[in-house]
């Protein structure tokens, strides 16, 4: 089951993965942190739900023009038809309406062809098979937390497996909660409709770059459905426990929100003149500030905001092409990883320097801020797990060090402009650190910055010294950091993270952000002939419907990792908007 032949829908709400095989492989409810109705894509008993020919087989999906609605087209005994496959979200009573309920709608589209339904639920976590009580029209599950009902307008005989002649259009509806009583076919097209017209909307109002458009597009769609409206978390990613390599046993569960990732995809967000997404984050963020007075911030949370993400292994299921083990949980929750710091300033400092956002100005936000100033010049060059989440001894991390700086850099430059009293004590701490990683971090042996205080490695993370203005762009220290981390972590044409034991040993696969951070990095430094090379090159890496995962496998051609990866769809955007020109260039 390669990741290239996944297609992801969603609502903001929940999230689900269809293989071109027609079966719904991954979906978890009612949130992306829940536990697994269909889980096959972690192992064959995890339960699935598919619509596909008779005679099996896979199709070929798309999405419907700039939208997250995906379209399986089956080649059957008998003709071809097709599934769509989407999430309902659109606006509805001056609400965003985003029901946890899955749509499949499949129609003939040439004779009459023999299909097949699987309607094949679990338990989650147990894979326990559950009671099914079939009604006229729908089957309803038994042993969920609330009703999960699947509703159709085909003969509940025929969605145990039997196969069909499929004669018109048919539609199928899975709710979580509430069942659906309404006449399905009107209902299923009206949500058809208004959920197209909403994500072709909100494409309608991107800023994106006059060239690699498409991936754009759909790296905006895709980093949208990481965000958990309801509470204004952003997820990592989509999934847990896909390996970054086969055998390699990196295995975890990425169904939550890193304060850091969560920076990385307001950022891009921001590029593409998205801002509700930042709003709501806030109200998320001050909810966890608020339970943590003493701001020891952990890494990464619950969508819901809190922190119980003890790591455990499920030793009843396979993993992903049987690669284990499975992850529920994170034991980097209970790390030190000061990096969080700057990234939390950086994600709230655009209320105070952009005066659209004047109305977002609370005192509150502005104190806590400082207080995360604070900690920064607090923790800056002291040991810690850092940005790759290391499980062996802790060491100062340069990169902890370069974003605690840009927290104290940014919030002296912010209270420069609105507590005017306190921007020189900002200021001085911010050259205080700013000096102590030139003095720690930079190798004259070497010719280029190290991953730690007085190390001899570089990492991919050093390449963020270039976007965050660290030094000038023609600083010759910059220049030959960017080569080095080119030289020492280049592979086929791909950057891996690191090269040393992380105390899982070395990583076998390119880590694809990396990449791209190279790319903007390129950019920054006035290279922009080369960034563009490479961003024309590395853009190819998309799956067919335009989906990264967080990992490449060099040599084999293969994603692996969670997918998708938000991290991954930063970076191409990020990239793109580094390497275009202007649109005022271009038309």
Known sequence: MNLENLGLIGNCQYSALISNNGSVVWCCLPRFDSEPVFGSLLDPD???????????????????????????????????????????????????????QLVRIVEPLEGTPLVRVRFDPRLGWSKAVPQRLHGSNHIRVEGYAKPLRLTSDISPTHLEGQPFALTQRRHLMLAWGAPVEEALAPLCGHFLTQTMQYWQGWVKHCNIPPIHQQEVIRSALAL?????????????????????????????????????????VLDALRLLGHFEEREQFIHYLLGIAASAPDLNLRPLYRVDGSSDLEEH??????????????????????????DVYGETVLALAPIYFDDRFALDRTPSTLDLLERLAGKAIAVAGTPDAGIWEFRKAWEPQTFSSLMCWAAVDRVARITARHRPARAPAFAAAAQKIHSEIIAHAWSAERGSFTATYGGSEVDAALLQMAPLRFLPASDPRLTATVDAVARDLGRDGWLYRYRNDDGLGVPEVAFVIC???????????????????????????????????????????????????????????????????????FL
């Open 313 to 338: 292994i499920l030793d009843n299921w396979a993993g992903y092409e049987g690669n284990g083990p499975v992850r529920i949980g994170n034991g980097a929750a209970v790390h030190e990883q000061h």
């Open 224 to 264: 949208k459905l990481h965000c958990f409206e309801d509470t204004g978390a952003i997820v990592a990613a989509l999934t847990t426990s896909i390996p970054e390599a086969p055998g390699s046993g990196r295995t975890w569960d990425y169904r939550y929100c890193w304060l850091r990732d969560a920076y990385y």
């Open 46 to 100: 995890g339960g699935d739900f598919s619509i596909a020919p008779a005679d099996g087989g896979s199709g070929r999906q798309r999405y419907l023009e700039n939208t997250n609605v995906l379209e399986t087209v089956f080649d059957a005994p008998g003709g071809r038809f097709r599934v769509l496959d989407f999430a309902p979200r659109f606006s509805q009573n001056e609400r965003m309406f985003r029901p946890t």
């Open 515 to 585: 990449t791209f951070w190279m790319i903007d990095a390129l950019a920054a430094t006035g290279r922009r002939e080369e960034a563009m090379q490479m961003m024309t090159r590395v853009r190819k890496l998309q799956s067919p419907l335009g989906l990264l995962a967080e990992d490449y496998a060099t040599t084999a051609g293969r994603m692996w990792g969670n997918f998708p990866q938000a991290y991954s769809h930063v970076g191409l955007i990020h990239a793109a908007f580094s390497t275009s020109p202007n649109w005022s260039e």
